[in-house]
C-alpha cells in the first residue's frame, strides 16, 4: 500500500535517513521510534505531501485516504462536536448539498444525496463523534462548547477526535497520547486495536506502543530498520543484534591481533 524505495530525507545540509526501502500494508502497524531530531515527524510530512521527496521513492495510491493528526487548534466558535464531525469533510459536504438542496426544493437532487448520505453512515455521524468525544474524557455538556471554551491541552484531545473520526486506509498519529490521562489511552489503545487500515505512530510511551503496534521502524544512525513484533519484542531484538555485532567486532580484533602477532614473530619485509 505504502512503499519506500531507496528514500532518503535531508533537511538543509543534515542527512537525516537515506536507502529507506520498505512496504506498509494495510493491515500493519507501525511504531516510528527514534532519537528527537531523527526525521520521523519529517517523514510524515514527506507522506502527506508537505515535504517533497529528493532522492528515491515514495508510493502509493493515488486514491489512499491518509489522515494525519495535527499539534494545534486554534480556539474559535466553532463547537466542540461540529470540529470532530468536521474530520469527515466528504459527509459534511454532502451535508452541506443536502441543505442547499433543501432551501432550493430539489427535491430529485435530495433523493440522490440521501442515498449518498446513508452509503457514508451519515445517520450515525453524530452518534460515533460523541463517542469519541467520551472516549477521550469529555462530557456531555461540553460537546457543544466553542473551542476557544477549552484549554490547549484538551484541543489536542479534539484534534485526536477529529482525526479519529476522518475515514482512512492510512493513520498518521505523532505523539497522541499527549495531554491524555490513563483511562483516555487505554480507550485510544484499544479504539487502535480495532482500526481497520495502516497505522504508523510516533510515541515514546513504551506501554502505548507495546499495546498498539506489530512492527518497528528504528531512525537509527541514517538509516531506518524494520522489526517484527511491538517495542518490548524490538528491544530484545535489537539487544541480541548489538550483541552479535560485538561478539564479531571483538572476534575480529583478535584475528586482527594474530594476524599481527605472526607477522611480528616472523619479521615480514
Known amino acids: ?16 535517513f537515506e536507502d529507506a526501502s520498505f512496504v506498509i500494508h494495510r493491515d500493519k502497524k507501525v511504531g516510528l521510534i527514534g532519537a528527537n531530531g531523527a526525521g520521523k515527524t519529517s517523514l510524515f510530512k514527506m507522506i502527506t505531501g508537505e515535504l517533497d521527496v529528493e532522492e528515491g521513492y515514495l508510493d502509493y495510491p493515488h486514491d489512499l485516504r491518509i489522515s494525519y493528526l495535527a499539534q494545534e487548534i486554534k480556539g474559535t466558535e466553532e463547537l466542540a462536536i461540529d470540529y470532530v464531525l468536521s474530520g469527515d469533510s466528504h459527509l459534511v459536504n454532502i ?11 430539489d427535491y430529485e437532487k435530495l433523493g440522490e444525496l440521501y442515498d449518498v448520505f446513508s452509503s457514508l453512515d451519515g445517520y450515525s455521524a453524530k452518534s460515533r463523534a460523541e463517542q469519541l468525544l467520551v472516549g477521550l474524557g469529555f462530557k456531555s455538556n461540553e460537546f457543544n462548547k466553542p473551542l476557544k471554551a477549552f484549554s490547549g491541552g484538551w484541543r489536542v484531545r479534539l484534534n485526536l477526535a477529529k482525526t479519529l473520526m476522518q475515514p482512512s486506509d492510512l493513520m498518521l498519529l505523532d505523539e497522541p497520547t499527549n495531554h491524555l490521562d490513563l483511562d483516555a489511552i487505554l480507550w ?4 487502535i486495536k480495532h482500526f481497520q487500515g495502516a497505522l504508523i505512530l510516533i510515541s515514546h510511551d513504551r506501554d502505548f506502543l507495546d499495546d498498539c503496534v506489530t512492527f518497528v521502524a528504528h531512525l537509527h544512525r541514517q538509516s ?13 531484538l535489537r539487544a541480541l543484534k548489538m550483541a552479535e555485532i560485538q561478539s564479531n567486532y571483538i572476534k575480529q580484533q583478535k584475528e586482527v591481533a594474530h594476524m599481527q602477532s605472526f607477522i611480528n614473530r616472523f619479521n615480514f619485509r
Open 95 to 105: 451535508q452541506n448539498q443536502i441543505n442547499d438542496a433543501e432551501k432550493n426544493g
Open 188 to 191: 485510544l489503545s484499544n479504539w
Open 1 to 16: 500500500m505504502l512503499s519506500f524505495t531507496n528514500l532518503a530525507l535531508r533537511r538543509g545540509p543534515n542527512l537525516l
Open 224 to 236: 531506518i530498520e524494520i522489526y517484527k513484533g511491538n517495542y518490548s519484542q524490538f528491544e530484545s
